[in-house]
């Protein structure tokens, strides 16, 4: 298989422009006759569903919540990039997109990196247009803060509530689209399969989670914007539903999953406190423009923080990177906290934290200044620790946030299915091997309101599907599939829950496959995932039937989909030698400790093909930089 | 900590619900009150029986999912704090604790503690938006918004949808959770060409779906756990009045 990422000829600056003069439209009169499946209403989804539907297209919107505003994109809390250059202080587009292809790691297309920093001034200015109460100065016009791997204040937020109210924007479009009739929603309705019929996309396979019924529905094409993985580790920073399933049974099908590996562990998350823990909580990266990292001189420093002198404290990040400081990138901050605690220093239960100490902040502006910045993220910590922020520091560690891994899509943002197009998080294309903070939120919204809906076009007036009926084989058997699926597992009434598998397998995941790798460990973990999948299969116990609300069912069909990811996860990290931004191989380091590179046998994407065996195939898409020198990256 | 839990059961829309009472041993001043749920159901799968039922999903108090009545309060004895938020350590040692779901007519059990919040989606769908399609949009520094007006739209714009403003009207009244969107958008410039016929529209679908009407009591934003103020109330009266006065479209 040849993979035609389809990026178009030109330079740079005018790619974009030129591609959209030279797909095909699809003309007002024949969209009505086009039916697009949408999976997913996080902001990928919600605002490709609403422009979908603005421009007459016919859509069936799914979501396995109550409500579309719940999806998780809901819960990012610092902000959104956008190459407005309000502060005046040298930011441009060229610069948003080389910051985000460095941030990457070079492991990012630069023809779709630029085209995202083009998009992100117009997502300011729909979200304004929306009603988005985005932070303003006196005058009325908008504020910006930093963000991480950026020298530049760029990121646009509202409070610490910024994917929310960014949500809600998107939700309100959907919702008039529902009401105007153009959009079909289905909420509680998960996804549970693709359907492929002549090698294209054709519809899906879903469940009605209030009913228990699984149902057909076939469409013209198919949208996944159904978010990402990092659920993978049972303990991460996403909600507890957020999972692989609808992206996996699409690469069953056919689709290339690219990058498993790359995954996203946050610096800023709040400790874990014990066996029962369900989820991790983000603190926003925000709070690294006003507070400070540290951690003692001393091993094993039993004090109490504020009984630690300056003199014995070492603000590590300061340290290590004097131009960056604590805005370090999220890999290297992350990597630094592990440092640190791997060498006895951590604070907090079992020495795995480090101090957020927003001390000099206060003293500097004043607690109200840093209650009208980051109130609602000082309460949320001290719900969750019983410490108050404002006179403790915060105690903080790494956790997994974000994968930047995802099916495999070209230019036009279609996977290797025909008719099968990903957005957001759920495809691998913009972030490399680490993503920059506030970047998720623009490429989710850059996919969904001004991507998919001129490429989709092309997509359509040059295929002109055919219409396909549910009582098609396919169809048929897809279904048959699904029921089988169910009634096993709820046939098997064994002895142990759904929780404890995924507990065992996210333990070991971020054991050997989390923030360093090494070969040992990999195949380790290669060894292990067979033997739990197969207990899985044998002795779990779901109870309930399958016509009804029936939540540990849920968890089980999407526990048994992250039994075989994960190997997908750990083959892919085995293979790359290489250490690349989130990928840190412990056997790739340069002297200082930082990740190293090989360029010359991993500046690739690589995109995984499934087979029965077991044994997926490696595809490989080159990266070619035109404009950007690849460089060690450098934050010191 | 060692608690006695009485949580409401109820295996469908249309089947009869009771209390029943389990112990909870061992239970961490830590945990938040879904992780002791989370303990409690996976000893009930161990013993066969069905895990009890609730609504959850970001657990950071921000997606809306969860809330269930604890001992009479939504989201239980802390303020401005949903269920995903509230940790043990408010409980103490020999509680017993009422676990329900959500009441209200326009509020169906699903089952358990989980119920059909989709009457919120409807409201918003009759006007909570501002209409403009992608790409109609002009630079966003073009648009002025005075700071405190952005404050106070930001203000009105936290709700979750939770819900729990209904469940703590003796009315069952979506008053706050209607009013918080009407003046969050009402606030700004932008939602000044659809300001009136929105207020109508969407108090018109708040009566159809079957919510009772405010009274004042202010139960709703004393148990709200974004702290939406009962101002959002009235200010939906304002702009109610003020949509009858001036007529549609103005």
């Known amino acids: ?636 | 900590m060692r608690l006695t839990l009485h949580v409401w059961r109820q295996p469908g829309p249309d089947a009869e619900g009771k209390l029943v009472t389990y112990e909870a041993d061992d239970v961490s001043p830590h945990m938040s009150f879904l992780e002791m749920l989370d303990v409690v159901n996976e000893r009930l799968i161990e013993k066969g029986e069905d895990p009890i039922a609730f609504a959850h999903d970001c657990r950071e108090g921000i997606c809306g999912s969860c809330g269930v009545m604890i001992n009479g309060e939504p989201h239980g004895p802390l303020k401005e704090t949903a269920t995903c938020q509230l940790h043990m350590r408010v409980f103490k040692d020999g509680d017993e604790i009422y676990i329900e779901p959500w009441r209200a007519k326009a509020f169906p059990v699903i089952k358990d503690l989980v119920v059909d919040r989709s009457a919120f989606d409807r409201i918003i769908q009759a006007g909570g938006y501002i209409s403009v399609n992608t790409g109609n949009a002009p630079e966003a520094n073009s648009i002025l918004v005075p700071k405190e007006a952005a404050d106070y739209a930001m203000d009105m714009a936290e709700c979750i949808g939770c819900g729990a403003c209904v469940a703590a009207c003796p009315n069952a009244s979506a008053a706050l959770f209607t009013g918080a969107k009407i003046s969050h958008l009402a606030a700004l410039p932008q939602g000044q060409p659809e300001r009136a016929q929105r207020v109508e529209a969407m108090v018109a679908a708040m009566d159809e779906e079957h919510f009772g009407h405010c009274t004042s009591i202010g139960e709703c934003s004393a148990a709200c756990p974004k702290g939406i103020p009962l101002e959002a109330i009235a200010r939906m009266y304002r702009e109610y009045l003020r949509a009858k006065l001036v007529g549609a479209g103005k």
């Open chain 1, 1 to 636: 298989m040849k993979l035609d990422s389809k990026i178009p000829s030109g330079p740079l600056a005018e790619k974009w422009d030129r591609h959209r003069f030279e797909l095909k439209l699809v003309n007002p009169a024949n969209k009505r006759k086009h039916t697009i499946i949408v999976v997913g209403t996080g902001l990928a989804g919600a605002s490709a569903a609403a422009t979908l539907s603005e421009l007459g297209y016919r859509v069936k919107c799914f979501s396995f919540h109550d409500s579309p505003r719940r999806a998780h994109s809901i819960a990012a809390q610092g902000g959104i990039n956008a190459a407005k250059n309000y502060q005046n202080d040298g930011d441009s587009i060229w610069r948003l997109f080389y910051d985000t292809i460095k941030g990457g790691d070079f492991r990012a297309r630069e023809a779709n990196v630029y085209r995202l920093a083009q998009i992100s001034a117009n997502i300011i200015d729909q979200c304004v247009a929306q009603g988005v109460p985005f932070a303003r100065e006196y005058g009325g016009t908008l504020t910006n803060r930093s963000f991480g791997g950026a020298q530049v204040s760029r990121t646009f937020y509202a409070r610490g509530q910024t994917g929310q109210q960014l949500l809600l924007g998107a939700y309100s479009a959907l919702s008039k689209e529902i009401a105007k009739g153009g959009v079909e929603m289905h909420t509680y309705t998960e996804m549970l399969d693709l359907v492929v019929i002549d090698g294209h996309a054709r519809g899906i396979v879903t469940r009605n989670l209030k009913t228990g019924k699984i149902e057909a529905h076939a469409a013209d094409a198919v949208v996944l914007a159904t978010g990402g993985y990092a659920n993978v580790f049972y303990l991460s920073t996403n909600a507890k539903a957020s999972n692989v399933t609808a992206t996996y049974r699409a690469y069953k099908r056919g689709a290339l999953f690219a990058n498993p590996c790359f995954t996203q562990i946050h610096p800023t998350c709040i400790p874990q406190s014990g066996d029962y823990q369900s989820k991790l909580t983000l603190m926003s990266e925000s709070l690294r423009n006003d507070g400070r990292v540290w951690v003692p001189k001393k091993k094993g420093d039993t004090r109490a923080p504020g009984d630690i002198p300056e003199s014995e404290r070492d603000y590590y990040l300061e340290r290590k990177y004097p131009s960056f400081g604590n805005l370090a990138p999220r890999d290297i901050a992350s990597r630094s906290a592990k440092e640190v605690c791997d060498e006895g220093r951590g604070v907090g239960p079992g020495g795995r934290g480090v101090y957020l100490d927003f001390e000099d902040a206060i003293r500097r502006l004043g607690e109200d200044k840093i209650r009208e910045r980051y109130g609602n993220l000082f309460e949320m910590y001290e719900r969750i620790t019983g410490e108050n922020p404002y006179k403790v520091p915060m105690r903080i560690y790494p956790a997994p946030h974000y994968t930047m891994g995802g099916l495999w899509v070209d230019y036009n943002l279609m996977s290797t299915i025909p008719g099968l197009h990903v957005l957001g998080e759920a495809n691998f294309s913009d972030h490399g091997a680490n993503r920059l903070g506030a970047s998720a939120l623009m490429q989710g919204l850059a996919d969904g309101y001004f991507i998919i809906p001129v490429t989709i076009g092309d997509y359509l007036a040059n295929t002109r599907p055919a219409p396909v009926s549910v009582d098609h084989p396919e169809f048929r058997g897809a279904v048959e599939a699904a029921e089988a699926q169910v009634k096993k597992l709820l046939s098997i009434k064994g002895k142990r829950t759904v929780d404890s598998f995924h507990r065992e397998l996210g333990s070991l995941m971020w054991d050997y496959c989390g923030m360093a790798r090494n070969d040992a460990g990999l195949r380790k973990a290669l060894a292990k995932i067979p033997e739990i999948r197969a207990e899985f299969w044998e002795n779990v116990n779901v109870p309930g039937s399958d016509a009804e609300l029936n939540q540990a069912l849920e968890k089980a069909g999407r526990v048994a989909d992250f039994l075989e990811f994960a190997e997908l996860m750990c083959i892919d990290a085995l293979h790359r030698t290489e250490s690349c931004g989130g990928h840190f191989r412990e056997e790739s380091q340069t002297p200082d400790g930082e990740a190293k590179r090989d360029d010359e046998n991993f500046c690739y994407v690589a995109a995984w093909e499934y087979q029965e065996n077991g044994s997926p195939v490696l595809h490989k898409e080159p990266l070619v930089f035109e404009n950007v020198a690849l460089s060690q990256r450098s934050y010191k």
